[in-house]
């Protein structure tokens, strides 16, 4: 071996070590908490590994452990970094004005929703005139398996996304013909729309936003109480189409 050749192996090394590491973070990013034994399966990393990795990672704050089991979460840096990615981002979109538009004219707490992985992460929230005891907040995720927003976001994913979310929750074949069945009507009407899907007494609407070439990046959603507002919801379907309209084409 050559005297310049351990410098490459080395640098190889590193690079490998580097690249386990960004996948056990990516874990996180896909899941609010998991066991080492999990993260080795997800990432094929061997289990001895992943616990010096999350170690590494725990002491730089980067992840912490659960103080009710073995699990590991997101820690104090990763937070901050999300918190600081989110703020700078929708600062620099019309996201946020637009569902504060929203949320004053329904009167309804108003929501921006983007698929990750086989999850519906809320990007920002802006609360109605009344109080919503509601699941959606801002950074909250929820599996992408019932409810407006999620028959809105599947029934605009590409099809090899969607059977990776079936076969993540591990769907029995009747019901993913029924979810596949209503993506057609959820995509002709431009809106889902569910009651009691997700939190009892909540009724909600989801309309996708679009880029230019008709890809999916997200969904607008209202939620209202369904005892109040029964008479109500026309409006609130059209409101939401409107601002996903509104938000769909170039870059928001």
């Known amino acids: 071996m050559s005297a310049d050749a351990a410098p490459t192996a080395v640098s190889g090394n590193a690079g490998r070590t580097t690249d386990r590491l960004l996948g056990v973070l990516m874990v996180f990013a896909e899941t609010e908490e998991a066991t080492a034994a999990q993260v080795a399966e997800i990432t094929g990393i061997p289990v001895s590994t992943v616990y010096r990795m999350l170690e590494r990672l725990s002491a730089s704050g980067f992840v912490q452990r659960r103080d009710t089991g073995p699990a590991y979460g997101a820690g104090p840096v990763a937070v901050r970094f999300a918190e ?28 921006f929703m983007v698929p990750m992985g086989t999850e ?17 907040t801002r950074g909250a995720v929820r599996p992408l398996l ?24 591990r769907l029995p074949a009747a019901r993913v013909r029924g979810l ?3 993506h057609p009507l959820v995509r002709e009407r431009g809106v889902a729309v569910s009651e009691s899907a997700l939190d009892e007494g909540v009724w909600g609407a989801s309309s996708p936003v679009l880029d230019d070439s008709g890809a999916l990046k997200g969904v607008v959603t209202v ?3 369904a005892a109040l507002t029964e008479r109500r919801r026309p409006y609130y379907v059209r409101l939401v189409k409107e601002a996903a309209r509104d938000l769909s084409g170039g870059t928001i």
């Open 84 to 111: 600081r990615y989110r703020s700078g981002a929708l600062e620099r979109t019309s996201i946020g004005p637009r569902l504060a538009r929203l949320s004053h004219e329904s009167g309804e707490l108003a929501a």
């Open 120 to 136: 519906a992460l809320c990007v920002d929230a802006v609360e109605g005139a009344r109080v919503l005891r509601c699941c959606y």
């Open 146 to 169: 019932r409810g407006a927003t999620a028959e809105a976001l599947l029934a605009h994913l590409p099809e090899s996304r969607r059977e990776e979310v079936y076969a993540a929750y």
């Open 180 to 182: 596949e069945a209503a």
């Open 223 to 225: 939620m209202a109480p």
